[in-house]
């Protein structure tokens, strides 16, 4: 995708204007395809609303909304009903809505310790999920393909029972991607190195789904996740953020005035190899004191724990192994405070270098830190705030997620059915 | 300005969009002015060319765009003339061309050791230009004010003589500024906290100017300085560039898709504080390992030669003092030589880090790297490919300016100028 590849998130595109990765004469075709996407937008942004009130919010004339959204009707995009006005007198009014029920996105992530599988709804409803722990490192590329193959083969069946249509599949994966030939090209958290993932995905389910496959995509978990992250906040006004997502490695999603920043070839957003302080630790890439070797999940537990508690096997469930973390925290075990008290100033460190590059207005701690960030966030604010350059910190607000690990499976939905958003009429 | 401050770079608007800073509904009249600027941001871009093309380019019909030709006219941004075609046969055609005569940007920019007044015409030729080296931090807010009003003045009784309008006049400066109060919030490098320097200079200069007083902008000085580098590079394809400017601070003006990243609140670009080593050098904002105490001129000028060394002596011009550095270096002066290689390997450390975080296509090198640069810019490069995540460091190409020291003013004037090109009918 490369130098065309633009995200545009949570507004809805201004009528008459065209989607900004189609430059160009515009013509009827094109103005009606735009508009057809605003209403689109419209309706997921600010909810439910009569015709008159989509003409009146987009400036859009009333017969052409009408027209707009008959044929929105016909690709059973949206539907027409009655408001749900409780306690309200008089008739009530006939209200267009989103029509969530034909229409799906996948979203599949093969983190480093799980393969997560799920579908949104055309409204954001999720209507499956499933997610099995895998050791994705210790199995290789093949191995974890199958597997996530069988469990997108079961999604589709689920999906085709039910009569949902899914517009798209991303898959999610902890590196750099090349998204033009949809390959893994270094994912040092799970060993990966060009990895075709969408052509070996593809072949894998091609053999054993009942329902029909869609396109497949592949993109980086922390850009996915901050798509996740910004769809939460939509309408708040928050047009600038960034989101960090704490695994083994550090990865982050950045929102430049409300679009994902992917950079010249899609690479952008690689922050976990940030080099902090080369008297540190060793990393996976090779070279010293890298940003996720202080605050990545190894760093914590590490920190935290000698190599033979309990916390580090890999056989319990990572939520269970945070919640035992915590639990440590809260009972005062000095070495676990001390290790937070670490993490929580290096995690500020390397956000104030961020704050200071990209000035955001929302910080969003994703990943693992959702599970245990609560301990040490008013440390990592302090550290954020004392640092950065910019006055009051930038105005920037450090805040964890509430969809933790979740999130890029999630990202990779909504990804998915921005195709629909964008273009209404070819879904 | 804030959240609505939006800076498209170096295309036209495609017709029938609206500027991304109006969002609403779309009317005739946003639609003309929409068209308006593209017409004028195509000129620019590709040159003058027929009325018929300017149809084929833009996709509008060959009626509006002879009316749109014709206000353009009348307000005095482009004329009709006959194309100059060597050697060519046949009846030569009637091509619209921008008017450079009689419309004008103005640029300023206030550096730790001079103050550069310019003006460029419409279509980017620079029209006035006077330089005076100035000792600012020393010389503190008011005097160095009094004497940038009094070379503004010089340059608006200049413009009005020639009949020359300026558009808007911006202010460059170096360090974090709040656009919407047009302060300079705090600029370590020259001393400055909360100047009101818009303000200041608009009372000061109403006494003196003969011409006319145009509206008057503050901007981070690498952020213009990023302006005007991505105006030499119009056309090229080049979407995402980053610019480090380097005098006795490190600034950067980052462009991503083709848009100034500003942030939030317009503050993002500040790199000269990452903190790249806690172990190394003390830095003027109170802490240690500052990119700039690495990279930026103190340094290099430290590292190459002892204090009382003539390198080091203000009252000579800094391009004198560079042009000796730079004979050292060639004559093999082996203190000269290592500290150039420190450099570029500190500069190549950073440029990586900022490379992972925001995957640019090119990195263009301004300030004092523009006059000493090639002595090290392949130990620079080598340096990035060996760190950048991505492969083949991302599509990266690090370069050196061309501009050197005057692109801060030049983007100044460059963005005063865009106003004319977003909302000609307003200027």
Same mark, same amino acid.
């Given at each position: 995708?490369?130098?065309?590849?633009?995200?545009?998130?949570?507004?809805?595109?201004?009528?008459?204007?065209?989607?900004?990765?189609?430059?160009?004469?515009?013509?009827?075709?094109?103005?009606?395809?735009?508009?057809?996407?605003?209403?689109?937008?419209?309706?997921?942004?600010?909810?439910?609303?009569?015709?008159?009130?989509?003409?009146?919010?987009?400036?859009?004339?009333?017969?052409?909304?009408?027209?707009?959204?008959?044929?929105?009707?016909?690709?059973?995009?949206?539907?027409?009903?009655?408001?749900?006005?409780?306690?309200?007198?008089?008739?009530?009014?006939?209200?267009?809505?989103?029509?969530?029920?034909?229409?799906?996105?996948?979203?599949?992530?093969?983190?480093?310790?799980?393969?997560?599988?799920?579908?949104?709804?055309?409204?954001?409803?999720?209507?499956?999920?499933?997610?099995?722990?895998?050791?994705?490192?210790?199995?290789?590329?093949?191995?974890?393909?199958?597997?996530?193959?069988?469990?997108?083969?079961?999604?589709?069946?689920?999906?085709?029972?039910?009569?949902?249509?899914?517009?798209?599949?991303?898959?999610?994966?902890?590196?750099?991607?090349?998204?033009?030939?949809?390959?893994?090209?270094?994912?040092?958290?799970?060993?990966?190195?060009?990895?075709?993932?969408?052509?070996?995905?593809?072949?894998?389910?091609?053999?054993?789904?009942?329902?029909?496959?869609?396109?497949?995509?592949?993109?980086?978990?922390?850009?996915?996740?901050?798509?996740?992250?910004?769809?939460?906040?939509?309408?708040?006004?928050?047009?600038?953020?960034? =989101?960090?997502? $704490?695994?083994? /490695?550090?990865?982050?999603?950045? &929102?430049?005035?409300?679009?994902? *920043? @992917?950079? %010249?070839? #899609?690479?952008?957003?690689?922050?976990?190899?940030?080099?902090?302080?080369?008297?540190?630790?060793? =990393?996976?890439? $090779?070279?010293? /004191?890298?940003?996720?070797?202080? &605050?990545?999940?190894?760093?914590? *537990? @590490?920190? %935290?724990? #000698?190599?033979?508690?309990?916390?580090?096997?890999?056989?319990?469930?990572?939520?269970?192994?945070?919640?035992?973390?915590?639990?440590?925290?809260?009972?005062?075990?000095?070495?676990?405070?001390?290790?937070?008290? @670490?993490? %929580?100033?290096?995690?500020?460190?390397?956000?104030?270098?961020?704050?200071?590059?990209?000035?955001?207005?929302?910080?969003?701690?994703?990943?693992?830190?959702?599970?245990?960030?609560?301990?040490?966030?008013?440390?990592?604010?302090?550290?954020?705030?004392?640092?950065?350059?910019?006055?009051?910190?930038?105005?920037?607000?450090?805040?964890?997620?509430?969809?933790?690990?979740?999130?890029?499976?999630?990202?990779?939905?909504?990804?998915?059915?921005?195709?629909?958003?964008?273009?209404?009429?070819?879904?």
């Amino acid at each position: 995708m490369g130098e065309n590849q633009v995200t545009e998130l949570g507004t809805a595109a201004p009528p008459n204007a065209a989607p900004p990765d189609a430059p160009g004469p515009r013509d009827r075709a094109s103005i009606r395809r735009t508009n057809l996407s605003a209403v689109m937008g419209l309706l997921r942004d600010s909810g439910p609303r009569s015709r008159a009130q989509i003409a009146a919010d987009t400036g859009l004339p009333k017969p052409t909304v009408t027209s707009l959204v008959a044929e929105l009707v016909t690709l059973g995009l949206v539907r027409e009903g009655p408001a749900q006005r409780e306690g309200a007198v008089g008739r009530p009014g006939t209200l267009v809505h989103l029509d969530g029920d034909a229409i799906c996105g996948i979203g599949v992530e093969i983190s480093t310790s799980y393969v997560h599988v799920l579908a949104l709804a055309l409204d954001g409803t999720q209507v499956y999920a499933h997610r099995v722990p895998l050791a994705v490192k210790e199995e290789g590329p093949d191995a974890t393909l199958d597997v996530t193959a069988r469990h997108v083969a079961d999604c589709l069946t689920a999906l085709d029972r039910e009569g949902r249509r899914p517009a798209g599949l991303t898959l999610a994966l902890p590196g750099v991607i090349d998204m033009a030939s949809a390959t893994v090209t270094y994912a040092p958290g799970i060993g990966w190195r060009d990895v075709a993932v969408a052509d070996a995905l593809r072949t894998r389910v091609g053999r054993a789904a009942a329902g029909t496959l869609p396109p497949i995509a592949v993109d980086n978990d922390a850009k996915l996740a901050a798509l996740a992250e910004y769809a939460q906040i939509r309408g708040s006004g928050v047009r600038d953020m960034l =989101c960090i997502t $704490g695994e083994r /490695g550090i990865g982050a999603g950045i &929102v430049n005035d409300g679009r994902l *920043l @992917r950079g %010249a070839d #899609g690479f952008a957003g690689e922050v976990g190899h940030m080099p902090l302080d080369p008297h540190r630790n060793p =990393c996976v890439c $090779g070279r010293h /004191g890298c940003w996720e070797t202080m &605050v990545g999940l190894d760093a914590i *537990l @590490r920190l %935290a724990a #000698g190599g033979s508690d309990p916390i580090h096997d890999p056989g319990l469930a990572l939520e269970d192994r945070l919640a035992d973390l915590r639990g440590r925290a809260e009972a005062g075990d000095p070495r676990t405070v001390e290790a937070l008290d @670490r993490v %929580a100033h290096d995690l500020g460190l390397g956000l104030a270098l961020l704050t200071d590059v990209l000035n955001p207005r929302v910080v969003v701690l994703g990943g693992y830190f959702t599970h245990i960030g609560d301990r040490f966030l008013d440390r990592v604010r302090e550290t954020v705030r004392a640092r950065v350059m910019a006055p009051l910190a930038g105005g920037c607000e450090v805040r964890l997620s509430e969809l933790g690990f979740v999130a890029a499976a999630y990202g990779g939905a909504h990804l998915a059915l921005d195709a629909v958003y964008q273009r209404p009429a070819l879904s």
